[in-house]
């Protein structure tokens, strides 16, 4: 298809050497002959694209000027390419790659599709989101490309949303706020430590087979959740807003940054043996009238019919069918919202394997207090075929908006009915007022797509397909495909 082309140009048969069928061949030089050579998507193994080159010979030159010309038109002509691209590397993310991964596979993929860039190597963290916010023109480009984990993508989201918002006179922290949408879509270019955002949006972490996406002009709308503090605005999450657990392994591995990604393996096994529970209350406004929910086996994939109809909902109709709010009081292992499937390759189908990237949804995952063995079967869980929500200590709910508060931030009523009906202070309340004890801490932190969050208690709303990126969502194979031919296209 003309869409998966990646440019043509003309070149001559002087070098005496042509490809045909995917195989270079000798021949002898014949100067009257010119060539035609095309590169295009392939798609290899596991959701990955190459880029292939094929080379058609011409017998003569006006003809191939006129094939050359009519394919570029055809190509410039497809709505979706961008053309001019701003492009944001963080140097410091995952093994220290990004700059490397963008000059040698990205940039000479970008100049043989003829697309224009301007790139920044970022110099301290939150500098992309700062230049996004006010400096950067971003009427001059098409889209916005991050080098880097899903910190770096949330900072792009930050820095557009915000400025978004901001043009548009909406005020970001009023959680009740409908947000406008971003114009700008966003490519991102996985050189982090976890690329989860990537992973689920394309099957791959890749450079290459990113970059042919952004090429090709896809698109693929994605969910955003908002964090509220009585409020305030605190943060945007994409992909995972986890407390207890999850905010127990980012805040050990974030000092342990030199380790590179091997420091979330050593922090979730330090926190797996820590084993605390933390208690607090969860209230949910569960969505209702919608297709899905997290328990099917449907799986979000390119062109998800469950986020189209979902998404096309309107903010009155959603409000209608969502049913009451509801209330669980408790000690958790575990609080997370899931808002796409978090898949990545420590876990291919991820935390919620039939989340949706765009269905103004997220799933919210309750681990309740239980054994290490119980838990390290849940985590297990989400490395193998088995159902981790299959499990008497684990609830899901598919949401619309939650709130969390920490016990110890629970109002002096509730306190005191607390107190009265367990009849004792309990440890934790003491840990608070005497940190120095060591036993186990009252608090943990929220983990929003990686970065630490200053508050426990918050309310977090779904803002529905707020965002664009340039992916399509994971591609089924096709059943024809068939990878074991190297020359078939
Ligand atoms: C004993 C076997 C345990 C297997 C457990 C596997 C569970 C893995 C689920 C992973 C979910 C990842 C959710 C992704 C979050 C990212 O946004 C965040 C930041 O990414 P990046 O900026 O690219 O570093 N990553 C994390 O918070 C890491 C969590 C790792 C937990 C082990
Ligand atoms: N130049 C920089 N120096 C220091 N930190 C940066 C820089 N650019 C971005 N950051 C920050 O680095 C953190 C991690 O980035 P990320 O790209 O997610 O890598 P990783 O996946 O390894 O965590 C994010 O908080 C981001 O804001
Ligand atoms: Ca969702």
């Not at 053309?83 to 596979?105: A, D, H, M, S, T």
């Not at 995972?240 to 922090?267: C, H, I, N, Q």
Request: aromatic share 8%.
């Amino acid at each position: 298809a003309v869409s998966e082309i990646v440019a043509v140009t003309q070149g001559d048969a002087a070098s005496g050497r042509h490809r045909n069928d995917g195989r270079w061949q000798k021949m002898s030089p014949r100067t009257e002959e010119v060539q035609e050579h095309m590169s295009y998507v392939e798609r290899t193994r596991q959701h990955r694209w190459r880029c292939s080159e094929v080379t058609f010979q011409c017998p003569e030159g006006a003809l191939c000027r006129l094939w050359v010309s009519s394919i570029t038109e055809q190509l410039q002509a497809l709505a979706g390419r961008p053309k001019r691209l701003l492009v944001y590397i963080n140097p410091f993310g995952g093994k220290q790659q990004g700059r490397r991964v963008y000059e040698q596979k990205v940039s000479p993929l970008f100049a043989r599709a003829g697309i224009a860039t301007h790139v920044i190597v970022t110099e301290y963290a939150n500098h992309a989101r700062d230049h996004l916010r006010t400096q950067a023109e971003l009427d001059d480009f098409d889209g916005v490309v991050c080098v880097g984990g899903d910190g770096m993508f949330s900072e792009v989201v930050h820095g557009l949303v915000w400025r978004t918002q901001s043009d548009a006179g909406v005020d970001h922290h009023s959680p009740e706020a409908e947000l406008q949408p971003c114009r700008l879509r966003i490519g991102i270019i996985p050189a982090g430590s976890t690329d989860c955002i990537c992973f689920a949006t394309v099957g791959t972490n890749d450079p290459v087979t990113s970059a042919l996406h952004i090429i090709v002009g896809d698109s693929q709308p994605m969910d955003v959740c908002s964090v509220h503090h009585n409020n305030t605005f605190l943060r945007y999450s994409i992909s995972l807003l986890g407390y207890g657990f999850y905010g127990d392994v980012l805040t050990d591995s974030e000092r342990k940054r030199w380790m590179g990604p091997a420091r979330y393996d050593f922090s979730g096994l330090k926190t797996f043996l820590t084993h605390h529970y933390y208690e607090g209350t969860v209230s949910y406004l569960p969505a209702r009238g919608i297709m899905g929910n997290p328990r099917d086996r449907t799986k979000c994939r390119a062109g998800c019919l469950v986020c189209q109809h979902n998404g096309r909902l309107h903010q009155e109709q959603r409000a209608e069918c969502d049913g009451e709010w509801r209330t669980v009081r408790g000690k958790f292992l575990a609080i997370n919202a899931a808002s796409m499937s978090c898949a990545c390759p420590r876990s291919p189908k991820g935390l919620s394997p039939a989340a949706h990237l765009a269905d103004g949804t997220t799933d919210l995952i309750l681990v309740r207090k239980c054994s290490r063995l119980d838990f390290l079967r849940h985590l297990l869980r989400h490395t193998s075929k088995d159902d981790q929500f299959d499990l008497a200590f684990v609830d899901v709910h598919r949401v619309r908006r939650f709130r969390f508060t920490p016990r110890y931030c629970q109002s002096d009523s509730e306190l005191e009915l607390d107190l009265r009906e367990n009849g004792k202070r309990l440890f934790s309340q003491i840990c608070r007022d005497h940190p120095a004890c060591g036993c186990a801490p009252a608090y943990s932190s929220w983990n929003c797509d990686g970065e630490i969050l200053t508050h426990t208690a918050i309310e977090v709303g779904v803002h529905c397909q707020l965002i664009r990126l340039f992916a399509r969502g994971i591609e089924e194979p096709a059943v024809f495909e068939d990878f074991t031919n190297p020359c078939a296209i």
